[in-house]
């Protein structure tokens, strides 16, 4: 049987999991949904409670798990502990020990929420991308790094963006054939004209197109990208990109959708093992208080379920469900318009839960 693991975290983390786990146990009871779960600390309340922020043994159950779903980490509380202490560690030792190099972010504007975007609605209603950003390489992680002092004594920081080609080209299959489930389209961001890394980049990708001849590729500089992004955005299907460049380029276009109460990712590794979470985090200033907007998370289980677990059909009456809600012109309080039923995170969830 497939395993799943819950991994709340701290601030609204417990709230929105919880929302979560009732559709599990519905899809479970009602819809013949056939995996194991289990729950674990993780982040701030796991410094808590172990004086770190991953333990080993959650460490060892997530690799041993086809799929995590987790919250949030990180708070007011724990920002004064070391780096090496720090909540956010735990997410970054998740991603790097299990592998998890190719992070998809949807950013999906349902025509229902047109109006939150801060873009005109004819810009975004109906938006549908699929940004696939490299997780575990390129400048965040490159070596040498620091912060030293020149030659004329002066204090420098350097860091080293570096890819090689079997990092490009694993990334650039997903992004492939992610593609072909899709419109077909996709295109790859980088800088080529500046930096070598990227030409290299350029390269891989073009050469892997010749596998893929369905499959409409287009390159485009970055720069160019976060304008194109802002100016006519539906002209996207699936972007891949680097760690830096999609870091930045997929909160921009989290931005356009209004929330990033809506937003849901996933982290894949080679065996389409991964770790599924909503884009934003722990929200200290609303935890506690059921005000978080739980869907993002909802979301990130039916990727979940699409994803690690080869259950299309039980992702899509997910989704169904929130636009059924969405619809009824329920709403938390981050996407609420005048003329919406106001809810909480528990209300929003057993809303979601009705439909199912
Ligand atoms: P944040 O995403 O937690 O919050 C930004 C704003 O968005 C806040 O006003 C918050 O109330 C709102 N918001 C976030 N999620 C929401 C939801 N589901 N519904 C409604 N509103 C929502 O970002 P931040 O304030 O920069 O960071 C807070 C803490 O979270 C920090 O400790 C940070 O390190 C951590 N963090 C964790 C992750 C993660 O666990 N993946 C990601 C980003 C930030």
Known sequence: MKKILLLPGDGVGP????????????????HGLQIETSEALVGGASFDAYGSPLTDEVLQRAKEADGILFG???????????????PEIALLKLRSELGLFANLRPVILYPELADASTLKPEVVAGLDILIVRELTGGIYFGQPRGIR???SGEREG??????SESEINRIGRIAFEIAAKRQGRLCS??????????????????ELSA????????HMYVDNAAMQLVRAPKQFDVVVTTNLFGDILSDCAAMLTGSIGMLPSASLNADNKGLYEPVHGSAPDIAGQNKANPIATLLSLAMLLKYSLDEVALADKI???????????LRTADIYQPGNKLMGTEEMGDAVLDYL
């Not at 350097?158 to 890819?163: E, G």
């Open 158 to 163: 350097y860091n080293t963006l570096v890819y």
């Open 319 to 329: 989704e169904n469900a929130i636009q059924q809600v969405l619809a009824e012109g």
């Open 149 to 151: 002092n020149n030659a």
């Open 211 to 218: 596998r893929y001849p369905a499959i409409e590729l287009s």
């Open 72 to 86: 949030a980490v990180g708070g007011p509380k724990w920002e004064v502990l070391e780096i090496s202490q720090r």
């Open 15 to 30: 709230e929105i999991i919880s929302q979560a786990k009732k559709l599990i146990e519905k899809l479970r009871s009602d």
């Open 189 to 206: 961001v980088d800088k080529a004209n500046v930096l070598e890394s990227t030409e290299l980049w350029r390269q891989c990708i073009t």
